[in-house]
């Protein structure tokens, strides 16, 4: 088995994406949906460009899986009373309990996925990836 970074982190990435995909299909919900609706339970209403932005990707995708959302009663727009030429994207009812289900799928296979692991292990790692994503962050700013 090939042991580069790269390898590895794509193994473990399809890995975890194959396991929570049952999940997705059993709460009604797309690659890519629970990001935004974690998002949207975390952080509250907000506008369409801010979901693109935190979730670094293309305002028209951003606008896609809203439609998607918004057909399955996941979200909702809401008059922004700061402007009201613009709409905020607010979970409903149906997203806050799409979220706690995705949360604690989320639990259940970082338990599996770090069994072994010690605290300390469990907070070096997060690190790690955190400063791969800072990385990334850094060089895309200086090479855009």
């Not at 998607?68 to 402007?83: A, I, M, P, R, Y």
């Not at 996925?113 to 300390?120: D, I, K, P």
């Not at 690190?127 to 791969?132: N, S």
């Amino acid at each position: 088995m090939e042991r580069t970074f790269h390898m590895l982190l794509y193994r473990a990435f399809h890995a975890q994406r194959n396991y929570l995909r049952p999940c997705l299909n059993e709460i009604g919900l797309c690659p890519g949906q629970p990001k935004l609706i974690t998002y949207l339970a975390t952080n509250g209403p907000c506008r369409q460009r801010q979901l693109a932005d935190y979730l670094e990707v293309d305002p028209a995708a951003i606008s896609r899986m809203l439609e998607s959302l918004q057909k399955g009663g996941f979200v909702c727009l809401q008059e922004d009373d700061t402007n009201r030429r613009c709409k905020l994207v607010a979970l409903t009812d149906r997203g806050r309990e799409a979220n706690a289900l995705w949360r604690q799928n989320c639990g259940e296979i970082e338990e599996i996925m770090l069994q072994g692991f010690t605290r300390q292990e469990r907070e070096q790692f997060a690190d790690y990836l955190t400063r791969v994503r800072q990385n990334f962050t850094q060089w895309k700013e200086v090479h855009p």
